[in-house]
């Protein structure tokens, strides 16, 4: 049992980890949905059945958070559209669960800096970095020696770049382990979640990049490991179902039952394989975007966005999305953002790049 009634704040309702959500909500007496966002998708049928009084659609959710005062804020919002929330919750010290990944990567050091202020708790929900969350929990951190991020390496795994050249958004969005949003499908098939989670971990755990590995391991049953001095690893394992760190950053630490299947051990087989970065550049550019820092991962996020739209949309090929990349952050310069002004700018100014380099499909 939790310790009374948690209330929780659904940002990305209607999204797939939003669907999810409810779900571990319903499973679970004592979480209590406050509040609801979506994007643009009506929310009424979902508010009376929840009995949710704040509700919001599109829009800054702060007057939103600030009304419902949750316990917990779900950010699943997807994009750089989750920034606002992530750093209310982190600065207010209201817990935060994040799935958002893309603002942790924009706004890296203030967020940091907003919770070492706010003092509340950081529940990752993303499936690596919660499986790396609960592998560190209680260790010491110089017993630490590398996390690993572990890729299922998505529905082009084996293929050469030349390979790459034309496959189709419906290619691309038939992802071989999971089922989730249009916009992290196609950055599972070209890497880019894999580098945006690399930066996300670098955050999240204060390691440099260089202690941050990524492996391949195609079934997405290891959902990431970490190496310790002493030779082990402990690695976080399970089918890959997407409630199982929902419910866990939701009921934490009491780790709630779900309704998610067992993972029968036996015959099981593992296997692992290094990524293949000459086919999938787009896990280099986020390295070198995040080992550079300052603005540089906004500006990472913010052209990703914008090609993986226009990928979507049929007006940028597969192969294009990483030029598209690479070339607007050739053109940024990176300074850090001093404060969310500052990151805004950065992230319109690595937008506007990226559109002007798009070329037909
Ligand atoms: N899906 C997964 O399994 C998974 C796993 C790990 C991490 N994540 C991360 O979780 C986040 C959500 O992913 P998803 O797959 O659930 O995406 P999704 O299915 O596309 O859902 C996105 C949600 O965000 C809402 N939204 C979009 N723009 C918004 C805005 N400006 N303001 C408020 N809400 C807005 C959408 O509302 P509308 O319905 O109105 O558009 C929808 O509710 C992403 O950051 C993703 O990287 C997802």
Known sequence: ML????????????????????????????????????????????????????????????????????????NAVVGFAGIRATLWALEQGVTLALANKESL????????????????????????????????????????????????????????????????????????????????????????????????????????????????????????????????????????DMRVPISFALTYPERAATDVPQLPLAGLELAFEAVDEDAFPMLSLAREAGERGGTAPCAFNAANEVAVAAFLDGRLGFAEIAAVVEETLTRVDGAPARDLDDLVAADREARELAARGLQPA
Not at 52 to 58: D, I, K, P
Not at 118 to 133: C, I, K, N, R, T
Not at 180 to 187: E, H, L, Q, S
């Open 105 to 240: 990567v924009a706004a890296g050091e203030l967020a940091i800096r907003a919770r070492e202020r706010g003092g509340g708790q950081l529940l990752p929900v993303d499936s690596e970095h919660s499986a790396l969350f609960q592998c560190l929990e209680g260790r010491e951190a110089d017993s630490v020696e590398g996390l690993v991020l572990t890729a299922s390496g998505g529905p082009f795994r084996g293929r050469s770049r030349a390979e790459l050249e034309g496959v189709t958004v419906a290619e691309a969005l038939s992802h071989p382990t999971w089922q989730m949003g249009p916009k992290i499908t196609i950055d599972s098939a070209t890497l880019a979640n894999k580098g945006l989670e690399l930066i996300e971990a670098h955050w999240l755990f204060g390691l440099p990049y260089d202690r941050i590995e990524v492996v391949v391991q195609p079934t997405s049953i290891v959902h990431s490991l970490v190496r310790f001095r002493d030779g082990a690893l402990l690695a976080h394992v399970g089918v890959p």
């Open 3 to 74: 310790y009374g009634v948690r209330r929780v704040a659904l940002l990305g309702a209607t999204g797939s980890i939003g669907r999810q959500a409810i779900e571990v909500v319903e499973r679970h007496p004592e979480l209590e949905l406050c509040a609801l966002q979506s994007g643009s998708a009506p929310l009424d049928a979902l508010a009376a059945a929840h009995g949710v009084a704040h509700v919001q659609v599109g829009g800054d959710p702060i007057p939103l958070l600030d009304r419902s005062a949750p316990d917990v804020v779900l």
